[in-house]
């Protein structure tokens, strides 16, 4: 039975990851002393006790735990950004190629991906790997977020009971969309960059939602980007065929007049699961490619889980499904 960390338990990833795997017979949790658990010498002993360690800790405490690592056969997956760009460390997101899985398969040191980038990423690495999108591409972006994803802080300013309320002249609008990070250097961009292949960083724009979780993020294709004259029909064949036999990311099929919800997109339709579903908008004049994940599923701990299962030659489904 595989010994299994969380480092970093009480935060918003750490307790989806702490609760999945608390279903589960095959896996033994190492529990650490709530009045230990910033203890350095007791977070040493769990981590290097374990097959497994999650950190689901901010950047610099997630280093410092990494480097606490010396057991040669403990597994380090984080949950964090510090890694995810590093080359030692392999990026967790198995669907961008059968090499990948493999590297992920015999890591380890896992970066566990990003929820913004997460769906950036699975929406435009097809397209620039096939040659239609080239490397020089300059891509917009767009996310539409539950606020889940910002954390403890964040979740308790919009569950607070004065969250409705709101009166003429007053700042405090919290259940409007809300853009943000508009110094335009969201965190997630690097590894937006690094791992579609492309040589600019894009724009993107990140906007909370009145809501809890769920992720959609577009991105925007204009026909003058792309290498050969393709019309939205060819862009979901190309990206059905990247996934096809993955076990999460389904390609929606291509609908001229799209019905969704009343015309409407709807980003909570993959909430806890570890789904991702992609689809193609628009016409042969311009087209958008929109991917839905849950920002705590597939853009946080069950990406986690299932690159855990991945790393130790499990089915990368038990849990997730």
Known sequence: MFKVFVDGEAGTTGLQIFERLAKRNDL??????????????????????????????????????????TNPNTRIIDASTAHRVNPAWTYGMPELSAEQREAISKSKRIANPGCHASGFILGVHPLVASGILPKSANLAAYSITGYSGGGKKLIAEYEAEDALSHKAGESKAIMAPAPYALALAHKHLPEMKKYCGLENVPFFNPVLGPY????????????????????????????????????????????????????????????????????????????????????????????????MNIALGLDETIGLV
């Open 28 to 69: 033994e949790i190492l529990k650490i002393n709530p009045e230990l658990r910033k203890d350095v010498n007791e977070r040493q002993k769990m981590i290097n006790e374990s097959d497994v360690t999650f950190l689901c800790l901010p950047d610099a405490a997630s280093m410092e735990s990494a480097a606490l690592c």
């Open 212 to 307: 809890y979780k769920g992720m959609a993020v577009t991105v925007a294709i204009f026909p003058n980007m792309l290498s050969k004259k393709v019309g939205p029909q060819d862009l979901t064949e190309i990206l059905a065929k990247h996934y096809e036999g993955s076990k999460f990311v389904k390609v929606l099929p291509y609908e001229a007049a799209p019905v969704l919800f009343n015309g409407r997109l709807d980003p909570t339709v993959c909430n806890d699961t570890n789904n991702a579903r992609i689809q193609v908008f628009g016409n042969e004049n311009i087209m958008q490619v929109t991917t839905i994940i849950d920002n705590l599923g597939k853009g946080a701990s069950g990406a986690a889980i299932q690159n």
